[in-house]
Nanobody, 116 residues
């Protein structure tokens, strides 16, 4: 089992920045992927960014160039730096962890609201 604890959501204005953090604990093996999905009201959950333990990175087209995902493998923590936030970035952001057997674990979600 893997437990995920998220932090960093909140209410910001358009153009502001925010950083999300997610720490994993439990049965963590070296090969895995961590990242973030988000779900806006009335929409399906969609991938925002993912980072593999050995370095590969994926971003959604809508956040490319504005968001940066990073991770500290020693701390089993993944970060999402969100810059130039837009109202359409408003969503609940979920951290996820996928191990080498493709078992997935999810955080509880953190609300990000971008509004003037």
């Amino acid at each position: 089992q893997v437990q995920l604890v998220e932090s960093g959501g909140g209410l910001v204005q358009p153009g502001d920045s925010l950083r999300l953090s997610c720490e994993a604990s439990g049965s963590i093996f070296s090969m895995n992927v961590m990242g973030w999905y988000r779900q806006a009201p009335g929409s399906e959950r969609a991938l925002v960014a993912a980072k593999f333990s050995r370095g590969g990175t994926n971003y959604a087209d809508s956040v490319e160039g504005r968001f940066t995902i990073s991770r500290d493998n020693a701390k089993n923590t993944v970060y999402l730096q969100m810059n130039s936030l837009k109202p359409e970035d408003t969503a609940v952001y979920y951290c996820f962890f996928r191990d080498f057997k493709n078992r997935e674990y999810w955080g509880q979600g953190t609300q990000v609201t971008v509004s003037s």
